[in-house]
């Protein structure tokens, strides 16, 4: 009985310590939204309401399996949308959490660029999600990402690509680091869709000693907008013996251009 008494009184002790260590934390280091900086409550998951309603407002809807682009899935005629059925693909098809629009793209720019790494929870959030309801997610091997070239990684600091890659859950594939970029290139984001394409061609190669035969790898990027750089490394792992290709992004973007 004494027993039962101590025990009941340590754990009532232990709640009360968590609750006051919480509370003293929240008031000298108080959550804000990881998107627009406002204050919220530790319950949100690191974004406020708002950030998280217009988050949501970039999913859903259909879009292509084989280009990532905004379209019915009655438009879909067997090699893709009224958009890319006539381009040549080298990925045998794409999944994404979203469009690159409002709240998501500013948590991608942020993400990328101002070293708001925190930012990874939500997005891996919807990579996951875009994997989860893809019709390869248990097909794959080994993943990929989209690797940076080496000034570009020293001048970053970190690989967005490789940080949404080992945020990728309940999946049987392992992660891979012998897909390498070798060439240090212009940045894609105000190049015209055929300049990228020139941009990115003969950039990536796979490490000497190392090959994908056989293998069904998946590419893993925080955007795509065109889809060269993803078409310039699935062509390049083909080449490297991989038996398919597939891509999972975030976001995609510029779904009103060609690829």
Known sequence: MTATVAQSF??????????????????LWPAVCNS??????????????????????????????????????????GEGCANCQDSRIHFDGIARGGVYDGSLRNMILAFKFNDKTELDSQLCFML???????????????????????????ERGYNQSLILCKGIEGAKGKISADFVRTRYTARQWNLSPAKRRRNVAGAFAVRRGHDFAGRTVCLVDDI????????????????????KVFVVVVAVAMQDANN
């Open 10 to 27: 340590f754990k009532r002790t232990r709640r009360v310590g968590k609750a006051a260590f919480e509370g003293l934390n929240h008031l």
């Open 36 to 77: 627009c900086g406002i204050s919220i409550s530790p319950a949100q998951n690191g974004l406020c309401r708002m950030c998280w309603d217009e988050l949501l407002a970039c999913t859903g809807g259909d879009y292509c399996g084989r280009c990532g682009k905004d379209a019915s899935r009655y438009a879909d005629v």
């Open 128 to 154: 996951n999600s875009a994997l989860a309801g893809s019709e390869f997610t248990d097909r794959i091997d080994v993943f990929v990402p989209v690797p940076l070239h080496w000034r570009r990684h020293l």
């Open 224 to 243: 795509t907008t065109s889809g060269a750089t993803l078409n310039e490394c699935a062509k390049t792992l083909k080449g490297a013996g991989a038996q």
